[in-house]
């Protein structure tokens, strides 16, 4: 099993839309977990951390369930400039794990 | 917000030359990382370094890869012998004890 799992997508939703992505980890003593967002032909840009109890930042939540082993994101009122590949990562401190990431598409 | 930087942005190198990335880390991180990206596909893993040493590498860093801190500020890559699946971004990112950040991203095309 890969150690982070992601829907590459693409997610084609029209402005406006509301729109969640999940990110399956399989290594239990995994630390800490962040969602990025990178551009085409840039670097992966640190969105948000990401906790049990939950975190929000404007349109923005993410959220972790360590029972089940999954972090989520979910964009509400989506803008044509949230299109982008967002990744999920976790950490221990010896790396920083990857998902593949989901490649989100908002049209007009 | 602290930054990250990486020189040069764009590298163009010849088969089996050696290339030499730079990044300069944020001052008070102490976890340093090395990942690359192919054009269209992940961000993978290379190498990560903590007080002064290689802590945890991938099977992709193998003996022509080197990583290096030589001054307490910068951290580099070296690739000694450069071939043409090398080329990719190259991404240096540093870690607090909790946050990690990118830099911009070396852009390798060996030719």
């Known amino acids: 099993r890969k150690e982070v799992e992601q829907d590459p997508g693409p997610f084609n939703v029209p402005e406006g839309a509301t729109v969640a992505f999940n990110c399956t980890y399989s290594?239990?003593?995994?630390?800490?977990f962040f969602w990025y967002r990178q551009d085409c032909r840039k670097e992966p840009k640190l969105l948000m951390s990401v906790y049990s109890s939950g975190n929000e930042d404007g349109r923005f939540t993410a959220q972790l369930n360590r029972a089940s082993q999954y972090i989520s994101l979910l964009i509400r009122d989506s803008k044509l400039s949230d299109s982008a590949t967002y990744l999920c990562l976790w950490r221990s401190f010896q790396k920083l794990v990857f998902g593949t990431g989901t490649r989100l598409l908002v049209s007009p | 917000e602290p930054e990250v930087t990486q020189t040069p942005s764009h590298q163009v190198t010849q088969m089996g030359q050696e290339v030499i990335l730079r990044c300069v880390p944020i001052s008070n991180h102490l976890y340093f990382y090395w990942y690359r990206q192919i054009l269209g596909q992940k961000v993978e893993f290379l190498v990560s370094?903590?007080?002064?040493?290689?802590?945890?590498k991938s099977e992709i860093f193998d003996d022509q890869f080197s990583v290096e801190r030589p001054d307490g500020s910068n951290f580099t890559l070296k690739i000694r012998s450069t071939k043409l699946e090398d080329s990719a971004m190259y991404f240096c990112?540093?870690?607090?004890?909790?946050?990690?950040?990118f830099g911009q991203g070396t852009r390798l095309t060996v030719v």
């Open positions: 290594n239990s003593a995994s630390q800490s």
């Open positions: 370094f903590y007080n002064n040493e290689i802590s945890e």
């Open positions: 990112a540093s870690g607090g004890n909790t946050e990690a950040f």
